[in-house]
């Protein structure tokens, strides 16, 4: 997997698995395990799919280690704001 190191010294992979319109928490964990199982590293979510824990449980259950994949997620416009903000990635988390 080809990858990129950002400003700040962190590697990503350059391509990711998207789980966007994947509201079934079964269906996205299996969908993600699939996706780590062929390679992929790097897996992007957000709040507002509703599938942030399905992705946390594929990554856990897949077996690799946590330093090797790059979960990303996004924090939706009605928690902007510091405060609002870091409540929201509280959650996330």
Do not use: H
Not at 50 to 66: D, F, L, Q, W, Y
């Amino acid at each position: 997997m080809e990858k990129i190191i950002l400003n700040n010294g962190v590697t990503m992979p350059v391509l990711g698995f998207g789980v966007f319109q994947i509201p079934d928490a079964k269906e996205c964990e299996r969908c993600v395990l699939d996706a780590i199982e062929v390679g992929y590293r790097s897996i992007d979510t957000a709040q507002i799919y509703g599938n942030e824990e399905a992705v946390g449980r594929a990554a856990e259950k897949s077996g690799v280690p946590r330093e090797e994949l790059f979960l990303t997620t996004k924090v939706w416009i009605s928690n902007g704001g510091y405060e609002k903000a870091k409540a929201s990635i509280d959650e996330s988390l």
